[in-house]
């Protein structure tokens, strides 16, 4: 749909909104006129004061995605020793196993892959949790 208004210059402008919009406002239970203004408002053509006086309280509240705008720090993890000896275990034996070639841990606590004749195999070991009590 084509739609013309006035910008804040008092100049006319002529846009298209996608009939996708009217479908999601009638979903949702808003006027056409309602779901103009947020469109208008959500792509930048008109500026809602109570949208940006929300948008700052949020700000200096830090809800939302302002409270998440730090860096996250990286997770360290503790190796697993008992993992790891499994894997080097399964990587032994798969080694001595006829046929097999190409063996390799391609993750030191998780992965053994190797390849009898032309297929290839992977071996994939994951420790389950502790039941909560």
């Known amino acids: 749909m084509k739609y013309t208004f006035t910008t804040e210059n008092n100049t006319q402008k002529t846009i298209i909104i996608p009939d996708e919009v009217f479908t999601q ?4 239970g808003l006027t056409n006129r309602e779901t ?18 929300l ?19 990286a ?7 008992t993992k790891r000896s499994l894997i080097a275990g399964l990587y032994a034996f ?25 297929d290839k195999y992977e071996l994939t070991l994951s420790k389950k949790r502790k039941p909560k009590a």
């Open 25 to 28: 406002g009638r979903k949702e």
């Open 36 to 53: 103009i203004e947020r469109y208008l408002s959500d792509e930048g053509y008109i500026v809602n004061p109570v949208v940006t006086e």
């Open 55 to 73: 948008t700052e309280k949020a700000k200096m509240n830090k809800t939302g995605a302002a409270a998440r705008s730090g860096k996250r720090k």
């Open 75 to 81: 997770p360290t993890r503790k190796p697993d020793e």
């Open 94 to 118: 798969i080694n001595e196993l006829e046929g097999t070639h190409d063996v390799e841990v391609t993750n030191i606590e998780r992965i053994v892959a190797f390849q009898i004749g032309d």
